[in-house]
Nanobody
Framework: QVQLVESGGGSVQAGGSLRLSCVASGFTRSTYSMAWFRQAPGKEREGVALIRSDDTTRDGESMTDRFTISQDKARRTLYLQMNSLKSEDTAMYYC???????????????????WGQGTQVAVSS
């Protein structure tokens, strides 16, 4: 069973930065995809970005040039560097994983079998 543990959220002022981390354990295959989603209050969860085991990435509708997705394969850790944060970035951020690559509806939640508990990001203006 894959387990995902997020960290790095917190409360920051607008213009600040945070780096979210997601440590994965339990992968049984070398092929995987990992992603960040976020859910703002009163809104549906939406994809931010994904990265695959071959280091290819895809941007979700929430992605912005203020954010960077990366991974440390040796540590099986996924990162989301968030700079110049805005109040509209306030949300619960979730890490998700799948032990495959897919190219259709990549941010559809049905494709993501494993989810973390989330880490809260609150940006005050």
């Amino acid at each position: 069973q894959v387990q995902l543990v997020e960290s790095g959220g917190g409360s920051v002022q607008a213009g600040g930065s945070l780096r979210l981390s997601c440590v994965a354990s339990g992968f049984t295959r070398s092929t995987y995809s990992m992603a960040w989603f976020r859910q703002a209050p009163g809104k549906e969860r939406e994809g931010v970005a994904l990265i695959r085991s071959d280091d290819t990435t895809r941007d979700g509708e929430s992605m912005t040039d203020r954010f960077t997705i990366s991974q440390d394969k040796a540590r099986r850790t996924l990162y989301l560097q968030m700079n110049s944060l805005k109040s509209e970035d306030t949300a619960m951020y979730y890490c998700a994983a799948a032990q495959t690559h897919f190219d259709v509806d990549v941010f559809a939640e049905r494709n993501w079998r494993f989810w973390g508990q989330g880490t809260q990001v609150a940006v005050s203006s």
